[in-house]
């Protein structure tokens, strides 16, 4: 008897080698008309359906012009992948020069900690306790409007 993972080898080599020789007959899965279906028009179907209309989704670039649009998304993604690897760099050197975001320092007075240990101080201790923001109010005039 066979183990069941070598079942499952065999069958995922199956369908991987199934999807190439499909993936190597273009056209196969094209299709040039997709149709719009439902009362309003938001579902489309590979099928005809009873209250649809047909779309032409057909690819009118040539071969050459899919390939040079391929080649530009291939550049904007090695771009991409650069840009990103240069600001992972300069935010590494902004961090061992003791800068967080936007150049930002840290307070040079308080040490490592000291914000976590006073915000989860009780209310008596930061010196807060019954102190109540208040907010300036402007004076007004007869009949409740603001006066200027």
Same mark, same amino acid.
């Given at each position: 008897? @066979?183990?069941? &993972?070598?079942?499952? !080898?065999? &069958?995922? $080599?199956?369908?991987?080698? $199934?999807?190439?020789?499909?993936? !190597?007959?273009? *056209?196969?899965?094209?299709?040039?008309?997709?149709?719009?279906? *439902?009362?309003?028009?938001?579902?489309?179907?590979?099928?005809? &359906?009873?209250?649809?209309?047909?779309?032409?989704?057909?690819?009118?670039?040539?071969?050459?012009?899919?390939? #040079?649009? #391929?080649?530009?998304?291939?550049?904007?993604?090695?771009?991409? #992948?650069?840009?990103?690897?240069?600001?992972? =760099?300069?935010?590494?050197?902004?961090? =061992?020069?003791? =800068? *967080?975001?936007? *150049?930002? @320092?840290? $307070?040079?007075?308080?040490?490592?900690? !000291?914000?976590?240990? !006073?915000?989860?101080?009780?209310?008596?201790?930061?010196?807060?306790?019954?102190?109540?923001?208040? @907010?300036?109010?402007? @004076?007004?005039?007869?009949?409740?409007?603001?006066?200027?």
């Amino acid at each position: 008897m @066979k183990s069941a &993972c070598s079942i499952r !080898a065999r &069958c995922g $080599l199956l369908l991987v080698a $199934l999807a190439m020789g499909l993936g !190597a007959m273009p *056209g196969v899965f094209a299709q040039d008309v997709v149709w719009r279906c *439902g009362p309003e028009g938001r579902s489309y179907s590979a099928q005809p &359906c009873a209250d649809g209309r047909p779309i032409a989704v057909a690819d009118p670039r040539d071969d050459a012009q899919r390939a #040079q649009a #391929q080649d530009a998304a291939e550049r904007e993604s090695r771009l991409a #992948q650069q840009l990103g690897q240069e600001r992972r =760099q300069r935010e590494h050197v902004a961090r =061992q020069a003791g =800068q *967080g975001a936007a *150049g930002i @320092k840290p $307070l040079a007075s308080a040490p490592p900690g !000291a914000e976590r240990a !006073a915000a989860s101080a009780p209310p008596h201790a930061r010196g807060t306790h019954g102190a109540r923001a208040t @907010k300036p109010t402007r @004076k007004r005039r007869a009949h409740g409007r603001p006066a200027h």
